[in-house]
């Protein structure tokens, strides 16, 4: 789990969504939680640590979190294996080098992810 608790203010937020250096998860429900977990416990403890950051983000009427995860630590094969490995279905929408920001979600829910990509397009946008 993360070291503690960081506060970032909404320009920091916005300049690690627009680098192309972290992949960008969204935790939003109890699945897209265990991914984000998943993903610091396995390439972001110890030493790797600072360079996994989490956010909590509250739009109206929602909860979520935001995780920033350096990629040195983690490749596209890797994070795609992992998210595999957890159940996202074959028809979301999977990493890749020119898409970095993450919704994950399980089998049958990727409405879900939708809403909670516009959702989290509104409050940053704001």
């Known amino acids: 789990?993360?070291?503690g608790l960081n506060f970032l203010t909404y320009e920091?937020?916005?300049?690690?969504?627009?680098s192309k250096k972290w992949w960008k998860i969204v935790g939003f429900d109890s699945f897209s939680n265990k991914v984000m977990m998943?993903?610091?416990n396995k390439y972001?403890?110890?030493?790797?640590?600072q360079d996994f950051q989490l956010c909590l983000i509250s739009p109206p009427?929602?909860?979520?979190?935001?995780?920033?995860?350096?990629?040195?630590?983690?490749?596209?094969?890797?994070?795609n294996r992992l998210l595999r490995s957890l159940g996202?279905?074959?028809?979301a929408e999977i990493p890749s080098p020119n898409h970095d920001i993450l919704f994950p979600c399980r089998r049958g829910d990727v409405?879900?992810?939708?809403k909670a990509a516009m959702m989290l397009d509104k409050e940053l946008s704001s």
């Not at 972001?44 to 640590?49: A, D, L, V």
């Not at 979520?64 to 890797?78: D, E, I, T, V």
């Not at 409405?111 to 939708?114: F, L």
């Open 12 to 18: 920091q937020v916005n300049q690690y969504v627009d």
């Open 1 to 3: 789990m993360s070291n």
């Open 61 to 79: 009427g929602a909860f979520m979190g935001l995780a920033f995860a350096h990629k040195r630590h983690m490749s596209l094969n890797q994070l």
């Open 111 to 114: 409405e879900t992810a939708k």
């Open 88 to 91: 996202m279905p074959k028809n």
């Open 44 to 49: 972001y403890m110890n030493g790797n640590n």
């Open 38 to 40: 998943e993903i610091e």
